[in-house]
């Protein structure tokens, strides 16, 4: 079964060494659809990836293949609730 899962990353000063490189790839898994989501902390210490996987074992294999390394063992937590995208204070336009 596939579900949503998110993982926190814990950066320290390796993403600022090579933030080109990291957005470039992140943003490339981003349009193939390998990745949901993402963002990093304003300090650049922590970033944290959503993504598609069928079990915890996919969604670790596949934060192992991210372009940025992780300071520690990534946190790789299955969500049972995610909303990304309603604009609650908008409605959609719709043209005919």
């Known amino acids: 079964m596939i ?3 998110i993982a926190e990353i814990e950066l320290g000063d390796r ?3 090579s933030i080109e490189f990291s ?3 992140m943003n490339r898994l981003l349009a193939e659809g390998t990745i949901q989501t993402y963002g990093v902390s304003k300090d650049n210490s922590r970033m944290w990836v959503t993504f598609l996987a069928g079990s915890e074992l996919e969604a670790k294999e596949l934060v192992a ?3 940025v390394q992780s300071v520690t063992d990534p946190i790789v937590t299955p969500l049972s609730t995610y909303n990304q995208s309603i604009d609650l204070r908008f409605p ?3 043209w005919n």
């Open 3 to 5: 579900s949503i899962y």
């Open 15 to 17: 993403l600022t060494r």
């Open 23 to 25: 957005s470039a790839g």
């Open 65 to 67: 293949k991210l372009p």
């Open 92 to 94: 959609a336009i719709i």
